[in-house]
């Protein structure tokens, strides 16, 4: 089946708009994960979903910062007032429980 | 919490060198994964090393997992342009927190 999908794959936004990014796990993964990464660097973790657990939030660098999971699938970033330190690549990752995580091709986001 | 280190920060070899990055956890972990993430691309799984002193190899590529899972490397073997990227290690914690702690990667550059 396909891959890992996140939309949209660039997006410009002004400085203190809000934005949504989504996230298309593969079917039948069980955990999906939001990354943060910055031009050059590694990959901060935001936030994870695994089942019908209360996700992880531990991640998320402010309340401007959220996520949800519908269904158990498709999942919704959304960064409120955004402000020009959170241009980043925003990754998407799914798994089945534990195992290798899936990347998808990420959302470049630039706040001006 | 929970960190893993990665070194070094940055390799550049010539090709036909060979190349080593460590990952070394605070905590031990349940298992280890390493990642590749090539240049504008996304991290792509490599491999996953559960067992305290397991080696693994892939081609050129050896990875080994410390006798007392709390390291791991990553050799590879007479380097070719092929292999630029950035490696990241990423440890698995188990217990209730089910999100992989990455290393902030090795980045490898190779001259031809």
């Known amino acids: 089946g396909a891959g890992v999908s996140q939309s949209p794959s660039n997006k410009v936004t002004e400085k203190g708009k809000d934005v949504e990014l989504r996230c298309d796990p593969i079917?039948?993964?069980?955990?999906l994960y939001w990354y943060r990464q910055s031009l050059g660097q590694g990959l901060e973790f935001l936030i994870y979903f695994q089942g019908n657990s209360a996700p992880d939030k531990s991640g998320l660098p402010s309340d401007r910062f959220s996520a949800e999971r519908t269904g158990g699938s498709v999942s919704t970033l959304t960064i409120q007032r955004t402000q020009q330190e959170d241009s980043a690549v925003y990754l998407c990752?799914?798994?089945?429980?534990?195992?290798?995580?899936?990347f998808g091709p990420g959302t470049r986001l630039t706040v001006t | 919490g929970q960190q893993v280190m990665q070194i070094p920060q940055y390799q550049h070899v010539q090709e036909g060198e060979d190349f080593t990055t460590y990952c070394n956890s605070s905590t031990t972990l349940s298992n280890i994964q390493w990642y590749k993430q090539r240049p504008g691309g996304h991290p792509v799984f490599l491999i996953q090393l559960v067992k305290s002193g397991e080696v693994k190899k892939q081609k050129r590529l050896t990875f080994q997992f410390g006798e007392a899972k709390k390291n791991s490397s990553l050799h590879i073997t007479a380097t070719q342009t092929t292999d630029v990227g950035t490696y990241f290690c990423a440890g698995a914690g188990g217990g209730s927190q089910g999100n992989l702690i990455f290393g902030k990667g090795t980045k490898l550059s190779v001259k031809p």
């Open positions: 079917s039948g993964h069980t955990a």
């Open positions: 990752a799914s798994s089945f429980l534990f195992e290798k995580q899936y």
